[in-house]
């Protein structure tokens, strides 16, 4: 019995398999709406489409492109410094649930970051997962891990800052690490959970916050 020939295609960092030559035409839409408050694009063009590259750190512009058609929630992190007991924050797209029993969940924190120290040495942290009128959030958090100015804040019983008005917020204790390249995860356990009132959420995709077309 015979097979057919398959193509075998090598990643390259170049172009070398031209795009498809049936065009699809505009694929369906996403529903999700952008809401005007976009994050720095790493260029201006936008990278050719259609060919099979591999990432290049050089030049990581059409790799973080290509991630950036994922469309992920938008979670805020706090925790306390371990010295000092000042809360802290940080704006986080990588959240994931790992385990339903036991309950853990991720989230990937970047060795580069000037708060990698203080979250990866957290005894207990809170995952905040917020609501399409929350964007401004997810900028403080992102532009500053310690600008509380205005947020009526609480303590949990392991000292963790938590935030009013979020979809749903997971209070964790830290349960382990694991190197990732360029970043930790960070995997908690949840000890205890709360549903704030259902609203839509906060979806982060190429580059920009928006949300669900009909939620509003
Ligand atoms: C939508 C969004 C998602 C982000 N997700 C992550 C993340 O998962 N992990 C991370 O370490 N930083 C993430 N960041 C970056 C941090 O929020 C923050 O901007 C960064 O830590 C700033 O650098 P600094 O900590 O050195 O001040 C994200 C930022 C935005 C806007």
Redesign the pocket.
């Known amino acids: 019995m015979s097979f057919p020939a398959r193509r075998r295609i090598e990643p390259e960092s170049a172009a070398i398999v031209p795009p498809p030559l049936v065009s699809r035409g505009p694929g369906p839409s996403l529903g999700v709406q952008a809401k005007g408050e976009s ?1 720095p694009q790493a260029g201006k063009h936008l990278p050719q489409t259609g060919l099979n590259l591999a990432p290049d750190p050089a030049d990581p512009r059409a790799y973080r492109t290509a991630l950036g058609r994922f469309a ?1 929630g ?1 979670t805020v992190v706090t925790a306390s410094e371990a010295d000092s007991g000042k809360p802290l924050g ?6 994931a649930s790992v385990s339903l029993d036991p309950a853990l969940v991720l ?4 060795r ?5 120290a203080h979250f990866s040495l957290a005894s207990a942290f809170a995952i905040h997962v917020l609501g399409a009128g929350q964007a401004d959030l ?2 403080r ?5 310690a600008n509380f100015d205005g947020l009526e804040i609480d303590l949990n019983p392991q000292g963790v800052p938590l935030l009013p008005g979020a979809l749903a917020r997971f209070e964790c204790l830290a349960e382990t690490q694991h190197e990732g390249g360029d ?1 930790t995860i960070i995997i908690g356990r949840v000890v205890r959970f709360t549903l704030g009132a259902p609203a839509a959420p906060l979806v ?1 995709a190429q580059g920009r ?1 928006g949300h669900f077309a009909g939620d509003d």
Do not use: G, Q
């Not at 940080?90 to 959240?95: A, Y």
């Open positions: 994050m992920t938008v940080i704006t986080v797209n990588s959240f989230w990937s924190a970047a580069t970051s000037i708060r990698h997810a900028l958090f992102s532009r500053s891990a970043h982060f916050f």
